[in-house]
């Protein structure tokens, strides 16, 4: 289940690295206001939703990034399980869509597809302690007190309102 490790120097080294372009990222986005896309997983266990915590920002989020051009939303979303999580042997169907949302977020027009992925097992997580910094298993309501990226509010409320809670 989860593990909590020590930053190695290198590890902190590379968070560093991570903050600084997110910063002159952020600084791009209120120049140019790109469209961008990127695809997540909620990834449900016994009601409990999986959430991560990257190392450059102060909300959690759901594990994904960004999709590549020309790659469809599924599959940047296992990509990114497998680069964030390590997680493999998922396949598209897995993937139910449950939120498809464009909303302005930091200087950007974000497009937003999100996945709900059932499991019947807590997911062997194996985070690189650089971007990724920490998850956890969250109830639906101990989820909505978090700092959380606003979509993923969305995909939480969608999935409570469809269990009927």
Not at 34 to 51: K, R, S
Not at 74 to 98: F, I, K, W, Y
Not at 118 to 125: G, H, Q, S
Not at 131 to 140: C, F, Q
Request: charged share 25%.
């Amino acid at each position: 289940m989860r593990r909590v490790q020590v930053p190695s120097p290198l590890d902190r080294a590379i968070r560093l690295a991570y903050k600084s372009a997110y910063r002159a990222m952020r600084v791009y986005w209120a120049v140019r206001h790109p469209n961008t896309h990127g695809a997540l997983v909620g990834i449900w266990h016994q009601g409990q939703i999986l959430l991560v915590k990257n190392s450059y920002v102060p909300y959690r989020s759901l594990p994904g990034g960004y999709v590549r051009p020309g790659e469809p939303a599924r599959q940047a979303a296992l990509r990114e399980l497998r680069e964030e999580l390590g997680l493999t042997g998922l396949r598209e169907e897995d993937l139910v869509p449950s939120v498809d949302i464009t909303h302005d977020w930091e200087g950007k027009r974000d497009h937003v597809e999100i996945f709900f992925l059932e499991v019947d097992a807590i997911p062997e997580v194996d985070i690189d302690n650089r971007e990724v910094v920490d998850w956890g298993l969250y109830t639906p309501r101990q989820a909505l007190d978090m700092h959380l990226f606003p979509p993923v509010v969305a995909h939480i409320r969608e999935v409570m309102a469809r269990a009927g809670k």
